[in-house]
């Protein structure tokens, strides 16, 4: 199990305090980086080697300063070099790497300064010795924390949510209620996703649908959405017109020409675009 990020970062603070001099690469580098592992509660043997001996781009031989296959190579100066050489220099080391254990993320220090790139997204993240506890979750992979990217939802999902619980909302009131109801917005969610599987679309919404012959199986979900958001008589319970028989299946027309006023939404669209 791994340390907590309380005790991750009252490490990195300590960490932090304890190098706040060091400088030189040759002496210091080793200690340095074996010291910042144990901030993770691991050795560097586990999963690190030391000057690596790597042909670098060119045919010269290069040694690399840490290298974890598949995941981490550090690049390592002395305090005050250019961090943009360490880079251009950790790059020159790919070409002798084999593919399976190319890095995920590039890290190039110079005991005052870090600079991590993660290869995949691109994004780079530069920041002080002592502000190290501030970005430590950033190494959380050392300890086997698996990072999250958390996006923002897409507009037209949240539009969707929005229906959705407005059409709940109108078709209980109308008497339409319990599991019926539930099995019906489930299956409507289904078929909203079932552009990613289109073998699946029209299964999908001719379950939405549980169509009669009335009723074409190819309807999305689109439609039924727009039907209780065009016509919410559509959902009536009426002798006369009604539209769900006694096992609360959808029936006959989904769209009939009688102009009923819109009861979920001032502006409808054609589905959720």
Known sequence: MPPSWNDIKHKALAFSRHWADAGHEDSQAK???????EIFGITDKRVATFELNIKKHGGSQGFVDLFWPGMLLVEQKSRGKSLDA????????????AERDLPQILIVCDFARFRVHHLASGNTTEFGLADLHKHIRLFGFIAGYRAQDIQ???????????RMGRLHDALKASGYD?????VLLVRLLFCMFADEHPA???RLAGAAAASSKRAPASIQ??????????APNVF?????????????RLCGTLFPSTGAANALDDTPSRGFG
């Open 31 to 37: 200690p340095f980086w074996i010291a910042f592992f």
């Open 86 to 97: 360490a880079f251009d220099q950790a790059l020159a080391y790919f070409p002798g790497i």
């Open 152 to 162: 923002a939802q897409d507009p037209v999902n949240i539009r969707a949510a929005e």
């Open 178 to 182: 319990g599991h019926p109801l539930q």
């Open 200 to 202: 699946s679309s029209s």
């Open 221 to 230: 979900a689109c439609d039924l959405v727009q039907a209780a958001t065009l």
């Open 236 to 248: 009536s319970t009426g002798a006369s017109e009604r539209c769900l028989d006694g096992s609360w």
